[in-house]
C-alpha cells in the first residue's frame, strides 16, 4: 500500500482495504408499472467489491468495482412516465466508515 498525499492523485490504483466499503442491493417497489396489489418482499443483498480505492491520475476520486448479484430478486421493470424521469427498479447503497450513498439503476433479470 502507498501513501497518498493529501490533494494529489496516486501513481497506481490505491485500495481502501477489505471491508473498507459495503455494498447493498435492494429492489425496489416504484419499478412497477401499474403498482401491485398487496405487499412485495424485497430483500437486500451484500455484496463484497472487487475493488474500491483510489485512482491512478485524479485527485480523490474513488472508484468502486462490484457486480450485480446474479440471484438479486428483479421486482419491476423499469419504466418513464411522461414527463418524469425514468424510474429506478434496484438501489445500489454503498456505506464506508463516515459515508453513505444511494443510487438508484435499472436491471434486468436473467432470462
Known sequence: MIDVP???APPTPYSLGEGAVQVTFTPEITGYAPQP???V???AMPVKPDFAGLIP???GIYQINVKVPTDLVITGKCYSAPGSAIVSNVRVKVTGSSSLDEVGICAVANP
Open 37 to 39: 396489489d398487496g405487499p
Open 41 to 43: 418482499l424485497t430483500l
Open 6 to 8: 493529501l490533494g494529489q
Open 57 to 59: 491520475g485524479a485527485v
